[in-house]
């Protein structure tokens, strides 16, 4: 499902759990983490996957091929959240309720307004380590932690088989 961020916003009092999702083994452990936690408190697990279209390049109009790609992408960010929640749950969601959606917009920003209020959580993996990495993309986890409403909880992410 995609949408703008106020239209996804809860609309009911029931807590839930934000979890961001990116098809990264980080993401897939926040994941897990986030229905674990919902199973354990009853709350409703609301999976995000933040989309940025690809640059225009060419003539830079916003002609019909460029419109076609456009599509083209946010179909595939939606068949990566597909495939990363089919992944990450081979037997099955039978006691949590999961919702998903793919929002355009930076990774950080989309989550913090994904959140509802002080009552949600909000799950995402630790990401990338090093230096060069975290200067080429910035921490998704640091900017949820500062920005946040809600208490944020840190994935780390799982250690190499």
Do not use: N, Q
């Not at 995000?48 to 916003?62: C, D, K, N, Y």
């Not at 998903?100 to 959140?115: D, P």
């Not at 932690?145 to 780390?156: E, F, T, W």
Request: hydrophobic residues 45%.
């Amino acid at each position: 499902m995609t949408g703008t961020v106020p239209e996804l916003r809860r609309r009911s009092s029931c807590r839930r759990v934000v979890v961001g999702v990116s098809g990264s083994p980080g993401s897939t452990a926040a994941l897990r983490t986030a229905v674990a936690e919902a199973g354990r408190t009853g709350a409703v697990v609301v999976a995000v996957l933040a989309w940025s279209p690809p640059p225009v390049t060419g003539r830079g109009h916003w002609g019909v091929p460029v419109l076609a790609a456009l599509d083209a992408g946010l179909d595939a960010a939606a068949e990566r959240l597909r495939g990363t929640i089919d992944g990450a749950f081979a037997v099955g969601l039978s006691r949590v309720r999961l919702s998903s959606f793919v929002v355009r917009g930076e990774a950080g920003e989309v989550l913090v307004r994904m959140v509802g209020g002080p009552e949600d959580l909000l799950v995402v993996g630790a990401g990338a380590e090093g230096l060069v990495w975290r200067g080429l993309r910035p921490s998704v986890a640091s900017h949820c932690v500062r920005r946040s409403g809600c208490p944020v909880l840190v994935v780390p992410r799982p250690a190499p088989r």
